[in-house]
């Protein structure tokens, strides 16, 4: 699936920062994931864009819009909700390293689409133990986008409590 590189770690100038991407779902696991992230680029220099996806309206919230508000303004509210979100999770020291974006669909296809749309580098994803049910209906998001990729993937497992001594 093409040329697979290791990221130019050693880009010094900021048109050269690697493209790097985090889905934030605002979970535990995503915060901890960006907590990470954010650490690194201290170290490494790269492009961080934050995606949140929302999933696409259901049949009762568009039974609900008919009253209230047209479809388009309800996506564009979602979104926009997303948006301030991401940022108020950001610390403003990399505000200028950090492109927040916020779409709506399946989650996998977003942040494949996404990833495939910057010509990212590397996906940060943070990873949670899920129960065999869990995976069976629901699917694991990481595990999607780890198989279907157009980059190296990193996934960031969920704090563990230390051990007592």
């Known amino acids: 699936s093409g040329d697979l590189r290791f990221p130019n770690l050693a880009a010094i100038d900021t048109a050269e ?9 605002f979970s535990s696991h995503s915060l901890r994931a960006l907590e990470y992230a954010l650490s690194l680029m201290d170290h490494i220099p790269m492009k961080l864009h934050l995606l949140h996806v929302e999933a696409n309206l ?11 508000l047209h479809f388009e303004e309800e996506k ?3 979104l926009n909700a997303s948006l301030k979100r991401l940022e108020a999770a950001l610390p403003a020291r990399y505000s200028n390293q950090v492109v927040c974006e916020a779409r709506m669909g399946s989650v996998v296809e977003q942040v494949i ?3 495939q749309s910057i010509q990212c580098k590397l996906i940060f994803m943070g990873a949670h133990t899920k129960n065999v049910l869990d995976r069976v209906i629901f699917g694991a998001n990481s595990q999607g986008v780890l198989h279907q ?3 190296p993937v990193w996934l960031i497992p969920e704090a563990r409590p230390e051990p007592h001594s």
């Open 17 to 25: 920062l690697q493209p790097a991407l985090l889905p934030m779902d």
């Open 58 to 68: 259901a049949m009762d919230d568009l039974r609900a819009l008919t009253h209230r």
């Open 76 to 78: 564009r509210r979602r």
């Open 113 to 115: 689409t996404y990833a």
């Open 149 to 151: 990729s157009p980059c």
